[in-house]
T-cell receptor, first 117, second 113 residues
Framework: ETGVTQTPRHLVMGMTNKKSLKCEQH?????MYWYKQSAKKPLELMFV???????ENNSVPSRFSPECPNSSHLFLHLHTLQPEDSALYLC????????????????FGEGSRLTVL | KNQVEQSPQSLIILEGKNCTLQ??????????LRWYKQDTGRGPVSLTI?????NTKSNGRYTATLDADTKQSSLHITASQLSDSASYIC????????????FGSGTRLSIRP
């Protein structure tokens, strides 16, 4: 148990569906992240929220829409996805900047396995 | 270009044997390097964190080394167990930026009984 909970763990959706992934952290952290993990590829950063403000969006297609209503919750809204969007979506949280050893350790959730048909 | 390269891509060893995983990076400015273990279908879990001034750090049967001059790190696993079967991901953090986290592709380690 890392203190970061993701739901659902598995999701199958059609290309015309609208669904959402949810992430909740119980660690009191002030930064939350969405990552995409495809087979045999490095984790790809999608979105970063710090103090509930989006600080980075790595040119993610608009069919992915994040929402951070407070520092403990993060959503990823999905609509009109493509089969190539099938992947493991990981949420993570950290406290402060990751630029020093003692702060910013990333804690990951278990991931949401998404399959787009 | 900031990159993290890991080798081998996959590795199979017998239970009880030792192994070493490699990580080379071209990330600058460097802040720290981390090794994560990721079990199949689960999120990564941190094993070690090493800063510029640290050469080695241990966590049980896991020992990480760092050579900041050659920009190389290794993760040595001693007396492997079946539960060590996982992907091991090398991650390099750029200085002073929460989003500049560079991930390697990982080494897939399989332990055979």
């Amino acid at each position: 148990e890392t203190g970061v909970t993701q739901t659902p763990r598995h999701l199958v959706m059609g290309m015309t569906n609208k669904k959402s992934l949810k992430c909740e952290q119980h660690l009191g952290h002030n930064a939350m992240y969405w990552y995409k993990q495809s087979a045999k590829k490095p984790l790809e950063l999608m979105f970063v929220y710090s103090l509930e403000e989006r600080v980075e969006n790595n040119s993610v297609p608009s069919r992915f829409s994040p929402e951070c209503p407070n520092s403990s919750h993060l959503f990823l809204h999905l609509h009109t996805l493509q089969p190539e969007d099938s992947a493991l979506y990981l949420c993570a949280s950290s406290q402060g900047d990751t630029g020093t050893e003692n702060t910013g350790e990333l804690f990951f959730g278990e991931g949401s396995r998404l399959t787009v048909l | 270009k900031n990159q993290v390269e890991q080798s081998p891509q996959s590795l199979i060893i017998l239970e009880g044997k030792n192994c070493t995983l490699q990580c080379n990076y071209t990330v600058s400015p460097f802040s720290n390097l981390r090794w994560y273990k990721q079990d199949t279908g689960r999120g990564p879990v941190s094993l070690t964190i090493m800063t510029f001034s640290e050469n080695t750090k241990s966590n049980g049967r896991y020992t990480a080394t760092l050579d900041a001059d050659t920009k190389q790190s290794s993760l040595h696993i001693t007396a492997s167990q079946l539960s060590d079967s996982a992907s091991y991901i090398c991650v390099v953090i750029m200085y002073s930026s929460a989003s500049k986290i560079i991930f390697g592709s990982g080494t897939r380690l399989s332990i055979r009984p």
